[in-house]
């Protein structure tokens, strides 16, 4: 059965429609198979089949492709992950377990992932897409964990800590993660790779047992 939409816009409507989000899918699928220097807009238009002419309507380069695909991927996720902290009702040991499994399972794990190991690779060469990525996604994200950790100080959970530097014991199990995802991980023997979710759980662990206050400290 057609829906509304199906059968009040025309197809060639519907089409136009979808071209912003088929391109977006395309163009970090190539940035992250290729990177950003090696991937055309020609092959962009190409594997989501339009032409190069259509994809300038929608962006106007490829760094603005770029910053589309990662405000689409990752950047527009912040504003849900701040909202269920606040909306957190559990200890923060629990919330800082959810926020490491939340960030695997939304970003981690798909394809999004790629884009901080290209922009770690490529930032020497185009400082631009560095600062993008520091102002959408590196500073968002350092503040969301200060957020987290400052919770927990403030409930008497954690011990007082450097959070300036804190945040970054958060930040760099992920970033293994990623890195061994998108580089080691195709050609590791199988009785040497990496459960993500095990990894986690054993990092958060770890972790925790340094971060939480106990009694009589």
Not at 61 to 73: D, G, I, P
Not at 116 to 125: F, G, H, I, N, Y
């Amino acid at each position: 059965m057609s829906s509304p939409t199906d059968t009040t816009v025309p197809r060639r409507a519907r089409r136009k429609q979808a071209r912003p989000g088929e391109l977006l899918e395309a163009a970090l699928n190539l940035f992250v198979e290729k990177g950003f220097a090696a991937t055309r807009v020609e092959e962009v238009a190409h594997l989501a089949g339009v032409s190069k002419g259509t994809l300038f309507l929608y962006f106007p380069s490829k760094e603005e492709l770029f910053k589309a695909v990662v405000r689409e991927t990752i950047a527009g996720r912040f504003a849900e992950w701040n909202g269920e902290l606040d909306r957190f009702e559990g200890d923060t040991a629990s919330l800082v377990r959810h926020l490491m499994h939340s960030w695997w399972e939304r970003v981690g794990q798909t394809q999004a992932a790629g884009i901080t190991k290209l922009v770690m690779s490529e930032a020497s060469l185009f400082p631009e897409i560095a600062t993008f990525y520091q102002h959408e996604v590196i500073t968002p994200g350092h503040q969301l964990i200060r957020r987290v950790l400052q919770r927990g100080i403030d409930r008497g959970e954690f011990r007082a800590m450097d959070l300036d530097h804190a945040v970054y014991s958060l930040i760099a199990p992920m970033i293994f993660l990623i890195m061994w995802k998108h580089s080691l991980a195709p050609c590791c023997p199988r009785d040497e790779s990496i459960d993500p979710l095990r990894f986690i759980d054993s990092q958060a662990s770890l972790l925790l047992e340094g971060m939480l206050l106990r009694k009589g400290s």
